[in-house]
């Protein structure tokens, strides 16, 4: 089973547009024989209409490099908030040592093998705990510029985790539609072509439905945009 942003067809979204228009190009002509099957000029003005608004519909690769922006910084908000906890933490060590209760309620091993959601919440705890023991922390460098800074860095690691989640379900929800689209005028031209190539027979090969080819192995990096696999992210 396809399942809702997966294409039904296997060409390029930019072959499927150039064709129509070749189509809606040639087809006034031959019109009152394909009129006797059951194709209206309204079927073609309304191919027409979805071929123009598909062709403005935004490609995956808008949303893909918005989401992609999102996870370049939450890397590097994630790299600069374990790097805080730990140098928190060796400040805890020099006062109390690593095997005291303070160090130890810090949690601050595995931080690198933290999801976001696990890190927001230990650094939470960590920024609680450090504003409780800053008197004692001033003399090892602890101050409350530090942790003020610290909180800054969570929020916005957080809001980037909401902003991400939400660019994640724009990028699935407009992808499903283009795809819906995509598959609405494929569905018009299939139509069009199969009637016209028995109301006009002698122009069968005019009419006929643009096929897909693979390209050959060595060059499967530059057409992935042509598999259908590809295009259930389109």
């Not at 089973?1 to 060409?11: L, P």
């Not at 194709?39 to 027409?48: A, G, P, R, Y």
């Not at 690691?157 to 005028?185: D, H, P, V, Y």
């Amino acid at each position: 089973m396809k399942s809702e942003n997966q294409r039904c067809y296997r060409i390029r979204d930019s072959k499927l547009c150039v064709f129509v228009d070749n189509i809606c190009g040639i087809i006034a002509e031959d019109m009152p024989a394909i009129e006797e099957y059951g194709i209206t000029e309204q079927d073609i003005l309304d191919m027409k209409e979805t071929n123009e608004a598909f062709k403005w519909m935004p490609e995956d690769i808008d949303y893909r490099t918005d989401v992609s922006l999102h996870v370049e910084a939450k890397n590097d908000m994630k790299e600069s908030i374990i790097k805080t906890m730990k140098s928190m933490s060796q400040r805890v060590a020099l006062k109390w040592g690593n095997k005291s209760q303070e160090y130890q309620q810090l949690g601050s091993q595995m931080l690198s093998t933290m999801s976001q959601i696990e890190l927001l919440s230990s650094a939470r705890t960590v920024q609680t705990m450090m504003t409780e023991y800053l008197p004692s922390l001033i003399e090892f460098g602890l101050s409350q510029k530090m942790l003020d800074d610290f909180a800054i860095l969570i929020d916005n690691f957080e809001t980037n985790k909401n902003e991400r989640i939400k660019a994640e379900k724009t990028r699935l929800e407009k992808s499903t539609e283009r795809a819906a689209m995509g598959n609405e005028l494929y569905a018009k031209l299939k139509r069009v072509c199969s009637t016209a190539q028995v109301a006009v027979p002698q122009k069968a090969n005019l009419y006929a439905m643009p096929k897909y080819h693979k390209r050959k192995r060595q060059n499967s990096e530059n057409d992935n945009d042509e598999s259908a696999s590809e295009h259930s992210t389109n």
